[in-house]
């Protein structure tokens, strides 16, 4: 063969994997502007003062709590490096002595990654216990010390399944495909996201809670009522007894298909809420069962989780291919990071979805009034930061802040007030200032060319919750670990 036909050969090669390439992109970019479409027109939003909600000692608790929490999450997350870094670097020691225990690859790389699980629980205990005692304090929980164990020995439990299934079935098919394992490997990981999307309800929520039909029969009837004329199919309205963790309220929808049902916390129908506010909270998490965001959030899911599992095939492959054990801390270390780094974009996700889920809800109730008084009292009951700084927002925001989300409800009832005037006079004292340029929108703008990016979805987008992230002891997203997003 002459240099010159070899040459053409070669340069025909990296122009067909550039197409693939151009290909694989826009068809990416092209979905995520299809998920990123939502029903909320263009609002302009207005600049509220939080003062003009919230009472300055209820701000100062707040902030009080807050200040502590926000450095518990940034003390935790440094140990947490520091012991992956760790890990990593004594992988081959660590990898000889678990193989004097057990034979065989992925036996070894099945107790490497759970020695990884247990040593990031540990590590974060104390951090975990410090932010219990926190919640004691400030009356955001009443749970024992045993409850609290129980709690995270369970979340571990559940932890160390899930590794160990992505574990055993990474290092084994890098065994049989070598470095193009992924090629299976992304598509089964996001088959497996599917079935633990379709089983949270039967199968892992009940480890930690409680759940029964809406006693309130009266109360039921209005919900389902409202979910006919939203036009939304959910057969079951639950409570949970999130009492025993939390004073907090919340409600979350989860499950797909045949297990999709709300939840509504017990905390959240003791007296403190209104019937208008609770009924804003349920059409909430009825609009992300009517627009599908769970099924939306798998999509994203994909949209992140394949480019990563490239990426770590990738990674590993340069030294030497995950089919070896001792590159399972690292692969786990560059899991941990990829969550991390992504977590904005997927953030700025949610953000999006949850806007839509306040918007549609206070369409279908008329009730913006109740809306607007349901956001000061998760603010209040949670000691959320109203408005938090913008880098909260963007790292741990699940939510809009609240203050937007009022803005939000103020903006629909001075629609609703002007569609019903023909003079066209609003009549709200804040009408005028709805032409400022808004967060919300900036963060709108800033949202699209980050989705447009890569990320990876994680657990909190498999349940929507209204509020408060921080009550729920099986999730490991850090937003909800850090106690700080939106209103925790
Ligand atoms: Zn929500």
Redesign the pocket.
């Known amino acids: 063969m002459d240099v010159g036909q070899d040459r053409d050969t070669q340069s025909r090669r990296t122009l067909a994997q550039s197409l693939v390439a151009l290909v694989l992109a826009a068809a990416w970019l092209g979905a995520a502007a299809l998920l990123w479409r939502t029903k909320v027109p263009s609002l302009s939003l207005a600049d509220l003062d939080p003062r003009d909600y919230f009472t300055a000692p209820e701000i100062a608790r707040g902030e009080d709590y807050r200040s502590g929490a926000r450095a518990l999450f940034i003390g935790r997350l440094a140990a947490e490096l520091a012991v992956l870094a760790l890990l990593v670097w004594n992988a081959r020691p660590l990898a000889a002595r678990l193989g004097r225990i057990a034979r065989g690859r992925v036996r070894i790389a099945v107790l490497l990654g759970t020695a990884v699980v247990v040593a990031l629980w540990g590590v974060g205990l104390p951090f975990s216990a410090a932010s219990h005692v926190r919640r004691v304090d400030h009356r955001l929980s009443e749970q024992s010390w045993g409850g609290w164990l129980a709690d995270r020995a369970l979340s571990l439990g559940v932890q160390a399944v899930l590794v160990t299934i992505a574990v055993a079935g990474a290092v084994w098919l890098a065994g049989r495909l070598g470095g193009r394992w992924w090629l299976p490997g992304a598509p089964a990981l996001v088959a497996i996201a599917v079935v633990v999307v379709l089983a949270q309800p039967l199968v892992i929520a009940p480890l930690f809670n409680r759940f029964e039909p809406l006693p309130d029969r009266e109360l039921a009837a209005k919900v389902e009522e409202l979910a006919a004329r939203m036009g939304v199919e959910v057969d079951d309205v639950r409570v949970a007894d999130a009492s025993r963790r939390t004073t907090t309220a919340n409600a979350?929808v989860s499950g797909i298909g045949p297990t999709r049902r709300v939840v509504l916390y017990d905390t959240l129908l003791d007296g403190r809420f209104t019937e208008g506010e609770i009924l804003s909270v349920s059409a909430?998490?009825l609009a992300?069962v009517g627009e599908r965001h769970l099924w939306k959030g798998l999509a994203w899911f994909a949209l992140f989780a394949v480019p990563g599992v490239a990426l770590l095939a990738w990674m590993t492959e340069r030294r030497g291919g995950l089919a070896d054990p001792r590159l399972v801390p690292l692969g786990l270390a560059f899991v941990f990071v990829y969550v991390l780094v992504t977590q904005p974009l997927a953030n700025a996700v949610s953000r999006r979805?949850?806007a839509e889920?306040d918007w549609l809800a206070v369409q279908a109730t008329g009730d913006p009034e109740s809306a607007v008084a349901l956001e000061q009292r998760f603010v209040t009951t949670s000691l959320s930061d109203p408005d938090p700084p913008a880098w909260v927002t963007y790292w741990l925001g699940t939510?809009p802040p609240p203050l937007d989300r009022i803005a939000m409800a103020e903006s629909a009832a001075a629609g609703a007030a002007q569609a019903s005037s023909s003079s066209g006079a609003a009549g709200r004292p804040c009408s005028g200032r709805f032409r400022m340029p808004s967060r919300v929108d900036h963060f709108d703008q800033e949202s699209v060319i980050a989705a447009m990016s890569s990320c990876m979805k994680r657990g909190d987008m498999f349940t929507?919750?209204?509020?408060t992230p921080g009550t729920s002891p099986s999730s490991t997203s850090w937003s909800m670990r850090a106690n700080v997003s939106v209103n925790s």
């Open positions: 979350y909430h998490e992300h979805y949850e889920a939510h929507r919750v209204t509020t």
